[in-house]
């Protein structure tokens, strides 16, 4: 069982997304995600999203929210619990990351980029300013075949 975060910066219409092309064996190579990473121990979510924020960007998060807890169950991988935030506001001076290439998108584009299928998911919960959710995404390779939200079974593969 694996502990992590994911934090999308927001800045008007746009979200600031990490592509990752960078480490090796990375399971989200050639993926659009938000910025992120695995708790260290001693840890709770907010000292997380703040430590990776800090770390893969250079900045540091001085209004954020705890949007919702994502549990990815996949054949291939342990179960991962990612606690989800958004920030609108930080300091400092933006770093190059070695995850990866880091850029402002557009939400409108988003779905345009390869993005895991749950993702999409929960970035429409975050659009549509969803109150705290949990989300349950059962993933057989990098096929997605289960969703949960909030204990309701979503369609999946339409």
Same mark, same amino acid.
């Given at each position: #069982? ?14 600031? #997304? ?141």
């Amino acid at each position: #069982m694996i502990n992590t975060t994911l934090c999308y910066l927001e800045h008007g219409d746009s979200y600031l #997304m990490l592509h990752r092309t960078k480490k090796k064996n990375d399971l989200n190579h050639d993926k659009w995600i938000g910025v992120g990473g695995k708790f260290e121990d001693k840890e709770s979510p907010e000292d997380c999203a703040l430590r990776e924020t800090r770390e893969e960007t250079g900045l540091t998060l001085t209004s954020y929210r705890y949007r919702g807890l994502v549990t990815f169950v996949s054949n291939e991988a342990a179960t991962e619990y990612m606690h989800l935030f958004t920030a609108t506001a930080w300091t400092g001076t933006p770093i190059v990351c070695d995850e990866g290439e880091l850029a402002w998108i557009k939400k409108t584009d988003l779905l345009g980029l390869p993005l895991w299928e749950g993702d999409k998911i929960f970035l429409r919960l975050l659009e549509e300013e969803a109150p705290f959710f949990s989300l349950k995404l059962r993933y057989e390779g990098d096929h997605l075949v289960e969703a949960v939200l909030n204990g309701t079974a979503l369609r999946v593969g339409e």
